[in-house]
Nanobody, 124 residues
Framework: QVQLVESGGGLVQAGGSLRLSCAAS????????MAWFRQAPGKDRDFVAT????????YYADSVKGRFTISRDNAKNTVSLQMNSLKPDDTAIYYC?????????????????WGQGTQVTVFS
C-alpha cells in the first residue's frame, strides 16, 4: 500500500507562484508513474501533469504547459509541481497520484493511489 501526502497549497495572487510537494510512504513508488490532477468546484477531476519513473519523461495538460513543471526525487520518494504565472482558473484542489505502470497516462482511472489533496486558490 502506498500513502501519498500533499503539501504546499495556499492562497496566492494571480501571476504568483506556488510549489506543491507529494511525499510517498509505505510501499516504495519505484517503478511507478506519478501525476498531479486537480478538481475545481462543481467540475470533474482533470489531468495536470505526469512524470514517468525512468527516464522521467513529462507530459502536461495544454492549460498548464509552459507554466507548470513536474519533477520527482526517486531517492526521497517525492514528486513536486512548480506552478508559475498562476491564474484564477488554476484554483482547485490538487491531488497527487501514483500508478503502477510505465509510460504516459492522463486518465485518473489509470492511477492506483491518491493523496487527500491540497487547496490552491488564486485571486485576481
Amino acid at each position: 500500500q502506498v500513502q501519498l501526502v500533499e503539501s504546499g497549497g495556499g492562497l496566492v495572487q494571480a501571476g504568483g507562484s506556488l510549489r506543491l510537494s507529494c511525499a510517498a510512504s509505505g510501499r516504495t513508488v519505484s517503478g511507478y508513474a506519478m501525476a498531479w490532477f486537480r478538481q475545481a468546484p462543481g467540475k470533474d477531476r482533470d489531468f495536470v501533469a505526469t512524470i514517468t519513473w525512468r527516464p522521467g519523461t513529462t507530459y502536461y495538460a495544454d492549460s498548464v504547459k509552459g507554466r507548470f513543471t513536474i519533477s520527482r526525487d526517486n531517492a526521497k520518494n517525492t514528486v513536486s509541481l512548480q506552478m508559475n504565472s498562476l491564474k484564477p482558473d488554476d484554483t482547485a484542489i490538487y491531488y497527487c497520484a501514483a500508478g503502477s505502470f510505465s509510460g504516459i497516462r492522463t486518465s485518473d482511472r489509470s492511477y492506483n493511489y491518491w493523496g487527500q489533496g491540497t487547496q490552491v486558490t488564486v485571486f485576481s
